[in-house]
């Protein structure tokens, strides 16, 4: 999988200027990207909140502070497609609405992440969790980029496995 | 007459599955100067194939045709599709599987009688002992090279199995080494010393494990006795107005169907496959399904007591490097009621990688208690509970008639539930797990639920009766003479190891059976 591109362009005070309470916000039409440049892609059949909305539960369902968005974002963009934009916008909808329905004005409209867990407690038993759930598992943790930030190593055999190169090489016991 | 044989060719012994039992008793019978056609569902892939990436070697090789679950297991609610990781290719889950080979305890042979009534129980002794088995063993112990046995060396400790052994060291457990492991620890027969990959559950590309696909298979076909048919995939068995079989129906790679004249035919298709072929293979003569006077057909399905422990250190571990499974303590594999639960477990160590820890490692959960353990990753050790399960007469494989396969047969669904047996050994497991890693400064263990199934055993069980079970002493079938099962099916009680030595040395012991007894004129 190759990385979403890199916003250019806007600097990085235009935009934070736009960034909204939490994670990813919307730039312009079709347009997403994270409050610090580090990723950015066009939307085609998502409308650009519910994208940038997308992106914040996944990493809300599968949190990991030391793991960028743009990993979520390749994640999670393949609803961004014909077929998957309505049940994924009625998704998301519905997910603004039980934030709305707890005094917030939007989900990304929280400001901290057990509020948002909270919401999503509730809703956990429905498909549109389930599915978005389901598909992280290996959206996001299948990736290979993302693996060396685990310390994961991946595949052995063409360096030679590791009976040179440390399978017992354990110090502190 | 030498290979490939004609389909009308009725002097040829059919397989059905090329696996541990399948691939074993195919090249043993072709040794011994029988012909066999050996029908197999999957493809045929090599060490130059396999894939060192978890979920592309899945792909690649597991069993991914339509199955259905029931029962209060939480595979069933996790991964209703996907009761049991086992594999559909030539060589079948000895591609996957990790090696450990360990024998019996003499008194697991006869459950039944060592451990006494247990309620809910469907409890038989073997019609076999350890004294009848143990030369078996021994051959089967060449063929696959096992460590610790035969004079070979014991594999060399990774760092997932050093922070296992301080643990039990500390405990006090006296029974730990590095396993006894169809794996080489230096040249033999023809194969090289593990490498230490890490990749054992994905195929091993060195060959340094022994499997099916690339030692027995491939032997069996030089002597010109053997044809292995790929992409076949077995539909019935046939018989005629005698009860006795007389081939076997497969689509071909193609999609079309063939029928393949027997003189005998060995059913090895694992432990849902099997006893669903012998329930669509139902005529009016044996309505409810070939072999099934007993009504035994598809129960006493057994997984073992299974189950994982993770445990997180403030330092790294690297667990993935290595053998996958090259630890084992035994101590805990007695039979003990003292514990509070009949029969015992092993404790091995196993290791997976990110992707599949993501996938396995609490199925479903998710928020900042899953990700922060992943996020220790790199300090994790991981060990697996491998201990006998009670055989129920209700966890079972049947027909499930609404869900049909692409060929319009219908798909095994396997129910299954645990015994109370079960669950007592699974925690007093998950207990000894967890300590043996607090015993090395664990900041946090994680006993983690059983996989889908990678042990099947029990479904078409052996039994000296033919009203107690499917199959005799040599795994004939006790209603149709020259019908046989030769996989992880006919086991009668599972035991606390690991299966897969126990089905090779029973399947060196049929082929020998029925070579002996074709000679004699009797089959
Ligand atoms: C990840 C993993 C690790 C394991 N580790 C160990 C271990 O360390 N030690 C151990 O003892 N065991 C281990 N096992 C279990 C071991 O692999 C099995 O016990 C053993 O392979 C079972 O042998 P079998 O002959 O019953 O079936 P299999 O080896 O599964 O062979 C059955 C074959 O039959 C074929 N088949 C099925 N139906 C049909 C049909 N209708 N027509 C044609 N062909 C058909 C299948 O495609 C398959 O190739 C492991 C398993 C897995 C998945
Ligand atoms: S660790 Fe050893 S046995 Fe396992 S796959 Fe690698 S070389 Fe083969």
Request: proline share 5%.
């Amino acid at each position: 999988m190759s990385k979403p591109q890199t916003s250019r362009g806007l600097t990085r005070r235009q935009l934070l200027a736009r960034a909204s309470a939490a994670g990813a916000f919307v730039l312009g039409a079709g347009f997403v990207a994270a409050p610090d440049a580090a990723w950015a892609i066009e939307t085609t059949h998502l409308d650009p909140e519910t994208f940038a909305t997308l992106v914040q539960m996944a990493r809300d369902i599968y949190p990991h502070d030391h793991v960028a968005d743009e990993y979520y974002v390749i994640a999670v963009r393949g609803y961004d497609s014909a077929e998957q934009a309505e049940a994924i916008t009625a998704g998301i909808q519905a997910l603004d609405a039980a934030a709305r329905g707890r005094g917030f004005p939007s989900y990304l409209g929280t400001g901290w992440e057990r509020d948002r867990v909270d919401i999503l407690r509730a809703m956990e038993e429905s498909p549109f969790f389930q599915q978005i759930r389901g598909g992280l598992v290996t959206g996001l943790y299948n990736q290979k980029e993302v693996w060396p930030l685990f310390g994961y190593e991946g595949e052995s055999y063409s360096q030679g496995g590791y009976l040179y190169r440390g399978f017992d090489d354990i110090t502190w016991l | 007459m030498a290979a490939p044989f004609d389909l009308n060719d009725d002097g040829v012994v059919v397989i059905i599955g090329t696996g541990a039992g399948g691939g074993v008793l195919a090249n043993e019978l072709a040794q011994r100067g029988v012909s066999v056609v050996a029908l197999e569902a999957g493809g045929r892939y090599l060490p130059e194939d396999y894939i060192n990436d978890e979920w592309d070697s899945f792909g690649q090789l597991a069993w991914t045709d339509p199955r259905t679950t029931s029962g209060d297991w939480r595979v069933a609610r996790d991964f209703s599709g996907l009761p049991a990781w086992i594999v559909k290719a030539v060589g079948g889950t000895t591609t996957h599987w990790a090696g450990a080979s360990i024998r019996f305890q003499p008194h697991e042979w006869k459950a039944a009688t060592t451990y006494g009534r247990v309620q809910g129980a469907n409890l038989l002794d073997w019609p076999i002992d350890d004294a009848e088995m143990a030369p078996w063993y021994e051959l089967a112990e060449t063929k696959l090279g096992v460590t610790r046995t035969g004079g070979r060396e014991g594999l060399p400790g990774n760092n997932n199995f050093k922070v296992f052994e301080a643990g039990a060291r500390a405990l006090g457990y006296q029974e730990v080494h590095t396993g006894r492991m169809a794996i080489n620890s230096s040249d033999y027969d023809g194969r090289p010393p593990c490498q230490q990959t890490g990749f054992c559950f994905q195929g091993c590309k060195w060959g340094a494990k022994w499997s099916a696909a690339y030692t027995d298979i491939p032997r069996g076909e030089a002597t010109g006795n053997l044809e292995v048919r790929e992409n076949a995939h077995v539909a019935r068995i046939l018989h005629d107005d005698r009860g006795l079989v007389t081939g076997v129906e497969y689509f071909d790679r193609d999609g079309n169907l063939q029928f393949q004249r027997a003189r005998i035919v060995a059913v090895a298709g694992n432990s849902f496959e099997s006893p669903r072929l012998l329930l669509n293979s139902a005529s009016s003569m044996f309505p409810d399904g070939l072999a099934n006077s007993s009504g035994q057909v598809g129960r006493n399905y057994m997984r073992h007591v299974t189950g994982s422990v993770y445990g997180v250190f403030d330092k790294p571990v690297k667990m993935w490097r290595g053998t996958t499974m090259a630890g084992i303590i035994q101590d805990e594999a007695r039979h003990d009621p003292s514990r509070g639960f009949v029969a015992g477990y092993e404790l091995e160590t196993l290791a997976l990688g990110l992707p599949f820890m993501a996938a396995f490692l609490d199925p479903g959960g998710w928020g900042r208690e899953f990700t922060t353990a992943l996020d220790s990753y790199e300090n994790m050790a991981g060990m697996w509970i491998v201990g006998e399960d009670m055989p129920q007469e209700t966890n079972r494989v049947t027909l499930n008639h609404d869900v049909t396969d692409r060929f319009g047969l219908p798909v095994a669904n396997v129910h299954f539930s645990d015994h109370p047996n079960d669950i007592a050994m699974r925690n007093h497991a998950y207990a000894r797990g967890q300590a043996i890693y607090d015993a090395v400064g664990a900041t946090r263990t994680l006993p983690t639920p059983p996989y889908p199934s990678t042990h099947n055993l029990g479904t078409n069980r052996m039994s000296e009766h033919a009203r107690d079970g499917v199959v005799n002493r040599w795994g004939q079938t006790h209603d149709i003479a020259n019908l046989f099962v030769s996989d992880g099916s006919v086991f009668t009680t599972g035991a606390a190891e690991n299966p897969t030595l126990t089905i090779v040395a029973l399947a060196i012991r049929q082929a020998d059976h029925i070579a002996r007894e074709m000679s004699a004129g009797n089959l």
